[in-house]
Antibody, heavy 119, light 109 residues
Framework: EGQLVQSGAEVKKPGESLRISCKGSGYNFSAYWINWVRQKPGNGLEWMGRINPTDSYVNYSPSFQGHVTMSVDMSVNTAYLQWNSLKASDTAIYYC????????????WGRGTLVTVPS | QSVLTQPPSVSAAPGQKVTISCSGSSSNIGNNYISWYQQLPGSAPKLLIYDNNKRPSGIPDRFSGSKSGTSATLGITGLQTGDEAEYYCATWDRSLNSVFGGGTKLTVL
């Protein structure tokens, strides 16, 4: 079945950098894309992009291209989402979700990481 | 403004049936599978329906999905108070970007 374990909540200042993580276990990590989904307080789900763990190819949503960086370390079955300079508008819960190659649905989600950037 | 359009809220009494619509276009729903997710309060989303009308193991047959053209529908029968949640539809566009609906809050009166 598997699970995705995300790093803990973060409180950062505007302009600071941040990297959050999503560790896969209990399944073949290389067989699934890792996707990132943002949920701002009181709002819906926004797809940010996906990364292929086997070759680190990233497909960013146009809305997030240039604002975040996705990466992966296959040696520890972990995907990362990184910001170089946080803004107050980045305050949200960030979920990772897996997507098996060749299918079109997210069958497993992490519990989310709350990122707070006070204005 | 979400690419896929869902009603903001629906409500029904326990035991009744409710449907949630999801409207898109030929560049998204019209050319790819729909999936549906349930997000209980304070929890992560959970896969409810995939490939338009299939249920993962463990999802009761009270939940059903359908798709016609550029629209899709989630149906829930025998409503229970535990079904109160936000429901999201999702699909992919021609550039293989995923798109979500704005979400529908289900209230079981």
């Amino acid at each position: 079945e598997g699970q995705l374990v995300q790093s803990g909540a973060e409180v950062k200042k505007p302009g600071e950098s941040l990297r959050i993580s999503c560790k896969g276990s209990g399944y073949n990590f290389s067989a699934y894309w890792i996707n990132w989904v943002r949920q701002k307080p009181g709002n819906g789900l926004e797809w940010m992009g996906r990364i292929n763990p086997t070759d680190s190819y990233v497909n960013y949503s146009p809305s997030f291209q240039g604002h975040v960086t996705m990466s992966v370390d296959m040696s520890v079955n972990t995907a990362y989402l990184q910001w170089n300079s946080l803004k107050a508008s980045d305050t949200a819960i960030y979920y990772c979700a897996r997507l098996r190659h060749g299918v079109w649905y997210f069958d497993l989600w992490g519990r989310g990481t709350l990122v707070t950037v006070p204005s | 403004q979400s690419v896929l359009t869902q009603p903001p809220s629906v409500s029904a009494a326990p035991g009744q049936k409710v449907t949630i619509s999801c409207s898109g276009s030929s560049s998204n729903i019209g050319n790819n599978y729909i999936s549906w997710y349930q997000q209980l309060p304070g929890s992560a989303p959970k896969l409810l329906i995939y490939d338009n009308n299939k249920r993962p193991s463990g999802i009761p047959d009270r939940f059903s999905g359908s798709k016609s053209g550029t629209s899709a529908t989630l149906g829930i029968t025998g409503l229970q108070t535990g079904d109160e949640a936000e429901y999201y539809c999702a699909t992919w566009d021609r550039s293989l970007n995923s798109v979500f609906g704005g979400g529908t809050k289900l209230t079981v009166l």
